[in-house]
């Protein structure tokens, strides 16, 4: 399928090591908070997600930092394997706004070296 | 349990038809989206649908259309097809009553290429 990294910012890791990807978001209103994985041809897969009354949480080897203070999120990967090689976006939503509509970042492609 | 599901997977068009995209949502949920993706960006919110009413519309021509029926499956369609219309066609679901703050699950989507 055709691959959705074209001329996206690129993260290369070692296998093992951990992965950190940023990203800023626009809206201070946003409340909910969603980091997704796309592989190529495919469609983005829920990873994490964490609402603004938190700033970390933690699930199987992926942690999500929020720092609303200067509207960046982070996503970190613990101990990156082949299979994390792929495009990764942050979204935001803001609940208050009456429809459901997330807004997403520009996206980085993770490359993992065997 | 199925995920969303859409099809067709693939589509080629040529500029000027019509295009019709079908979703069926994850069993149990009311609530679906419909995302545009551009090769290299992130998606872009085109519309959200709840019980049959549209709760959200994004910055798109009145060229694209939707709607969700009875069992909660969508339609997306697009009229007088451009060149830039070219894109991978996503549709999701969740349980969100149009509010928001839930999980947003995706399709693997429609590829439309437009000639």
């Known amino acids: 399928g055709e691959s959705v990294g074209l001329h996206l910012p690129t993260l290369s890791v070692q296998e093992g090591d951990n992965s950190i990807i940023n990203c800023a978001y626009s809206?201070?209103?946003?409340?909910?908070f969603i980091w997704y994985k796309q592989e190529s041809g495919k469609g983005p897969q829920f990873i994490i997600d964490?609402?603004?009354?938190?700033d970390k949480r933690q699930g199987q080897r992926v942690t999500v930092l929020l720092n609303k203070t200067v509207k960046h999120l982070s996503l970190q990967i613990a101990a990156t394997q082949p299979g994390d090689s792929a495009v990764y976006f942050c979204?935001?939503?803001?609940?208050?706004?009456?429809?459901?509509?997330?807004?997403f970042g520009k996206g980085t492609k993770l490359s993992v070296i065997p | 349990d199925a995920g969303v599901t859409q099809s067709p997977t693939h589509l080629i068009k040529t500029r000027g038809q019509q295009v019709t995209l079908r979703c069926s949502p994850i069993?149990?949920?009311?609530?679906v989206s419909w995302y545009q993706q551009v090769l290299g960006q992130g998606p872009q919110f085109i519309f959200q649908?709840?019980?049959?009413?549209?709760?959200g519309r994004g910055n798109f021509p009145d060229r694209f259309s939707a709607r969700q029926f009875p069992n909660y499956s969508s339609e997306l369609n697009v009229n007088a097809l451009l060149l830039g219309d070219s894109a991978l066609y996503l549709c999701?679901?969740?349980?969100?009553?149009?509010?928001?703050?839930?999980?947003?699950?995706f399709g693997s989507g429609t590829q439309l290429s437009v000639l």
């Open positions: 999701a679901s969740s349980t969100a009553d149009g509010r928001g703050g839930e999980k947003l699950f």
């Open positions: 809206n201070s209103a946003s409340d909910y």
């Open positions: 964490i609402r603004s009354n938190m």
């Open positions: 979204a935001e939503t803001y609940s208050g706004a009456g429809s459901y509509q997330l807004t």
């Open positions: 069993s149990g949920h009311k609530s």
């Open positions: 649908y709840y019980e049959k009413e549209e709760r």
